[in-house]
């Protein structure tokens, strides 16, 4: 008896001591993990010019909103300077617009198509269907950096450099993993409710846009969502063909920004606001739609 | 120059155009203006920097152009150093570069070799631009090796030792000590003494007492930004300038570089020691980082610095930094690099008339003393550098360390030669090795066949 229960309170305190090192761990992981986030914010409230001598307080050093004024053009380059800015500025809302208009015409064109090409590879049969579809996968294993340059010459003999078309085309249609994820999810549909379709009459066109895609919903969502992010934070492609102000998004103008003359400091405290304020939009869209896609990913691994 | 790159033949023609990519040369639409004759100045061009920090100024300088001009409207674009380069090469191919832009001496050579620049002689000899105007030898660097002229130059810099004032005092060196020091490459002189004495390890120890520990340093007594690759620029060509030393065997255009000169090893062993000592960072803790944000943070005492960082080391808050002319060296004379930047006009340019006339005015006075009134930098016309000097002296600084080297003639010029890039190429590495102490400085020899090879061919 006696025994019994000291076994059991010598297990619930072994337990207790596991579960303790299990939330020390969760506790460390977190912290570690929302420190550079906290860093980015401490910095942008700091002034730029009392970042450097007070490197190791946590606190904002100098706190002021300047930095902020600064992204949002609240601020003459004279204050600016004041500051321990650079006369640089942020066209942000341009800027925003561009990334805005960039992901959601690149997302928009590549789910679509790719939701088709991967019907076709899925639910139609064809010669020839998996030989194209393993060409299809293989691309995936080119990267993109040797695309880039015969790209690059094509959007410039099109006469598209600059342009927002030139800077969308090369995403707009399709890209191999979106097919392959989505292919894999058509491919357990049933069969029957197609036939019965069928039956009733029903061409591709309508299967695919009445059936198909109202039950693929949730990954497709998700793939808008994976693609939407990767689109806003892409950078080399637009470096090279969305150069001017006009067509310039959130990530180039960051990277110019941050590097000004050879050898000086950024505006670490202009650049963090602006960092953060770029990557608010991606946050919130995490935090409207993150438990829909967290559901679709259990369903269609329960499928 | 080579339009058969954008021809029709599809798969010949992309590969071709690709390659012309890559080696930043060849082709483009260059080579198609030519002095602007007949053409009348008028409509929008667009003008590139990279400096931010000159942004407002050269803003002014576009709006006042403007007022006088009222026909033409300059849009100017800033763009980082890090991506400047590769998007001006990338505009020369797609027909999209700025019409007129910041231009450094290191990278004029390969763009005036492939036509990308247009000459600007006819332009000078018609409008009179005086080149004397500017301070002595700065004009001569932008004439090519054809012999034209490839930019009119806007700016100087110079190099100074940047030190913190309460960090030297707490160690008892006295500004006129920092102002009077000397090195030789043997024992470093008072320079390493200085070095020395400033540095600090953890337990309090300076560099120069018994039972410093070089493992555990807390201040370091002079600061490095990278190991300089062929140049040293900042890092130790004011050293290897008092040696009697030259990168090259002329200046400019120079074809055989003596990186294999043991005065040039003995001086670079000398300088790596440094790290060796304790008395400077590890190279390899220096990468991503700022040498100016470091200083400020109060990790290193002494930085050698060009003057366009003026407005970085003055600008930290609670720092109180002084500025110390270069030691003198083993000729008893001090040393500089003296570089300027110069405004080119894009040989593809469809506005040549109105560029060039852009390129003029930021060349002339008018333009100059703009610049001068902000205090960033120094002009290169010689009433407009004392311009700036004032300004900066209004804003409490003292500029004089870096004035002086060219009111003494201490200076030498930039190294310009052909071929910039591969030299480069060849010359980090080594120099990294060096100075990261994985080489001894003697493996400089063949760093320097390599590059001199380049030039054999």
Redesign the interface.
């Known amino acids: 008896m006696t025994t019994a229960t000291s076994a059991i309170r010598a297990r619930s305190r072994r337990l207790n001591w596991r579960r303790a090192g299990a939330w020390a761990l969760v506790v460390l992981a977190v912290a570690v993990s929302i420190l550079p986030f906290y860093w980015v914010l401490r910095t942008s409230l700091s002034?730029n010019?009392?970042?450097?001598?007070n490197?190791s307080n946590l606190l904002p050093a100098?706190f002021n909103l300047g930095a902020y004024k600064r992204v949002f053009g609240l601020q003459t380059?004279?204050e600016a300077?004041a500051e321990?800015g650079?006369?640089?500025?942020i066209d942000f809302w341009i800027y925003l617009r561009n990334t805005v208009i960039f992901s959601a015409v690149t997302t928009a064109g590549a789910v679509f198509f790719s939701s088709m090409a991967a019907y076709a590879f899925s639910r139609l049969r064809w010669r020839g269907r998996n030989a194209v579809f393993g060409l299809f996968l293989a691309t995936m294993m080119v990267p993109p950096i040797f695309t880039a340059?015969?790209n690059?010459?094509?959007i410039?003999?099109l006469g598209l450099?600059?342009t927002m078309l030139g800077m969308v085309l090369p995403y707009l249609f399709m890209t191999p993993f979106a097919i392959f994820f989505l292919r894999q999810f058509f491919l357990n549909m049933s069969r029957e409710v197609e036939e019965a379709a069928m039956l009733d009459g029903a061409k591709h066109l309508r299967i695919f846009f009445q059936i198909v895609l109202p039950n693929a919903a949730a990954p497709i969502a998700t793939l808008a969502l994976l693609t939407f992010i990767g689109q806003w934070n892409e950078y080399f492609w637009p470096?090279?063909v969305g150069?001017?102000?006009n067509v310039r998004v959130l990530t180039v103008g960051l990277?110019?920004?941050?590097?000004?003359?050879?050898?000086?400091?950024?505006?670490w405290s202009g650049l963090m606001a602006a960092t953060l304020v770029s990557a608010l939009p991606v946050l919130l869209l995490f935090v409207a739609f993150g438990k829909r896609i967290v559901n679709s990913i259990g369903f269609s691994g329960i499928k | 120059m080579n339009k058969k790159a954008t021809g029709k033949k599809a798969v010949g023609a992309l590969a071709a155009a690709a390659a012309a990519v890559l080696a930043l040369s060849a082709c483009g639409s260059g080579g198609g203006a030519s002095g602007g004759s007949g053409e009348e100045a008028k409509g929008e061009i667009s003008y590139w920097l990279w400096d931010a920090n000159q942004l407002p100024a050269y803003q002014q300088c576009a709006d006042d152009f403007h007022t006088a001009n009222p026909d033409i409207t300059v849009k100017i674009t800033q763009r980082g150093w890090d991506d400047y380069w590769s998007t001006l090469t990338n505009g020369f191919v797609a027909g999209t570069a700025p019409d007129v832009f910041t231009d450094h001496l290191a990278k004029y050579p390969e763009f005036a070799k492939t036509g990308q620049l247009l000459a600007l002689d006819d332009a000078v000899a018609n409008d009179h631009v005086d080149v004397t105007q500017y301070n002595k030898g700065l004009a001569d660097l932008w004439v090519g090796e054809d012999g034209k002229r490839y930019g009119l130059p806007k700016d100087w810099d110079t190099i100074s030792l940047f030190y913190n004032k309460k960090l030297t005092a707490d160690a008892g060196v006295s500004d006129d000590q920092m102002k009077a020091l000397s090195w030789n490459p043997q024992d470093g002189g008072t320079y390493e003494k200085a070095i020395a004495h400033l540095t600090v390890d953890k337990n309090g120890k300076r560099g120069d007492e018994p039972g410093f520990d070089k493992t555990k340093v807390a201040v370091y007594g002079i600061g490095l930004n990278n190991s300089g690759s062929g140049q040293g620029q900042t890092e130790w060509s004011y050293l290897t300038g008092t040696t009697g030393w030259t990168h090259t065997d002329k200046n400019p255009w120079g074809t055989h570089f003596n990186y294999d000169d043991p005065k040039f090893q003995e001086s670079i062993a000398w300088f790596a020691s440094l790290s060796e000592k304790g008395y400077m960072p590890k190279l390899e803790t220096t990468v991503g980082a700022s040498m100016a944000d470091t200083f400020a943070a109060g990790k290193s005492v002494i930085n050698a610095h060009g003057s366009w960082m003026i407005g970085q080391y003055t600008g930290y808050k609670g720092v109180d930094v002084g500025i110390a002319p270069t030691p003198t060296g083993p000729d008893g004379k001090r040393a500089s690099m003296f570089n300027g930047l110069a405004d080119s006009v894009w040989a593809g340019t469809k506005k040549p008339a109105t560029a060039v006339k852009f390129a003029e005015y930021l060349g002339s006075a008018a333009c100059q003393d703009v610049v001068a009134s902000k205090a960033v930098v120094f002009p290169a016309i010689k009433s407009s550098s004392d311009k700036a000097e004032a300004a900066f002296k209004a804003k409490g600084v003292d500029v004089t360390p870096f004035t002086q080297q060219v009111k003494e003639d201490t200076t030498f010029l930039f190294p310009i030669a052909d071929k910039a890039a591969k030299v480069d190429g060849i010359m980090k590495p080594a120099m990294d090795a060096v100075v990261s102490g994985k080489q001894p400085a003697s493996s400089l020899s063949q760093a320097n066949d390599q590059v001199n090879s380049l030039f054999n061919k």
């Open positions: 002034s010019s009392a970042l450097a001598s490197a100098d380059a004279q300077m321990g650079s006369g640089a500025k340059l015969p690059f010459l094509l410039k003999n450099l600059n470096l090279l150069n001017q102000d990277g110019v920004f941050k590097s000004q003359s050879p050898q000086g400091a950024p505006d």
